[in-house]
């Protein structure tokens, strides 16, 4: 096939993928995810759980017509990409999601291909920019994760304050939403709906639990489980999963000191012999290009990647300590 042609094709379904993109992200941004919430709990939307099985019933009636629908159903079978993505608060749905990974792979394999790149950098550039929205989802997930558990010894400490001025939980959960910034504002707000709903403050705080799978929430949900079967000070036992969780950051504030250094040595590790050998594509592109036509060229390469993934594992292994 002539290569003015393919180029053509190409470009023309880049931009049609584009277009959906854009027309898809801002139908995403004009609903708000507050809205959505609270519809789910007061029933007048069907929550994620009534939806697959409606899925389930439309595929076997062949009746999947949209997009969303049939986009919905395939990332139910493939993974919960829908938690994943309220988890990091994503301001769109899983079919936006799919179409920017899909215009990203497209848009790093035009780059390769209108640089002249060999041929085998244009399926390792389609890759390597396909992945960058899923990077870029957990790279939100967890700071998002983070951000909740440094709040949280904060959060239970108020609630404890509230049960000792003799408020009930429920009221110690709207003091949290009251007076702490986001991501715990809006965690135990959806939480004090529930309840207030009807839902009980057990199963609504295992539904935070499931969206915030932190430890020492956990922790919380536990005692809070205990409590209302066996009786105890709940506030009493709140102070001291406070004061835990306090001295464990300290602990890991230090320990992230101690091993800095090697975390930094991995990074550069890792990302050396990459500089490396587009520097010297871009020098010589002859002497690199022998590694992907000559025979044992390809088994170092393959032998390389494996060594590196294998050293990052390993460094990761020594510098993450648990606590």
């Not at 497209?106 to 390769?112: N, R």
């Not at 009493?236 to 930094?264: C, H, N, P, S, W």
Request: hydrophobic fraction near 50%; charged fraction near 20%; aromatic fraction near 10%.
């Amino acid at each position: 096939m002539d290569q003015t042609l393919i180029i053509s094709i190409a470009a023309f379904l880049g931009m049609m993928a584009f277009a959906g993109a854009v027309i898809f992200v801002i139908k995403d941004f004009s609903s708000s995810k507050a809205e959505d919430r609270l519809a789910v709990i007061t029933g007048k939307k069907k929550s994620t759980e009534e939806s697959a099985s409606l899925l389930k019933e439309e595929f076997v009636k062949g009746g999947l017509n949209s997009l969303s629908d049939q986009v919905a159903h395939l990332f139910e079978k493939f993974g919960n990409i829908k938690l994943l993505l309220e988890q990091a608060e994503a301001p769109f749905k899983a079919d936006t999601f799919l179409l920017m990974t899909a215009v990203c792979g497209s848009l790093g394999f035009a780059v390769a291909w209108f640089t002249n790149a060999p041929g085998p950098f244009c399926p390792v550039a389609a890759m390597g920019a396909g992945v960058l929205p899923f990077m870029w989802l957990l790279f939100r997930r967890n700071r998002r994760f983070k951000k909740f558990g440094q709040q949280l010894p904060d959060a239970l400490e108020l609630v404890g304050r509230a049960l000792r001025s003799g408020h009930s939980l429920s009221s110690g959960l709207s003091v949290v939403v009251q007076e702490m910034p986001p991501p715990i504002s809006t965690e135990f707000a959806l939480a004090y709906e529930e309840q207030n709903l009807g839902v009980p403050i057990d199963a609504a705080l295992k539904s935070m639990l499931k969206r915030m799978p932190n430890l020492d929430l956990k922790f919380f949900v536990t005692a809070v489980v205990i409590q209302r079967q066996a009786g105890g000070d709940l506030a009493e036992i709140l102070d001291k999963i406070g004061y835990i969780i306090r001295q464990r950051f300290k602990i890991m504030g230090q320990v992230q000191a101690l091993t800095g250094e090697g975390r930094i040595s991995g990074v550069v590790l890792m990302a050396l012999p990459i500089a490396l050998f587009f520097a010297v594509y871009y020098l010589n592109p002859d002497y690199v290009m022998l590694l992907f036509t000559d025979e044992m060229g390809r088994k170092m390469i393959a032998g390389g990647i494996v060594l590196q993934v294998l050293g990052a594992l390993w460094i990761k292994k020594i510098v993450n300590i648990k606590i």
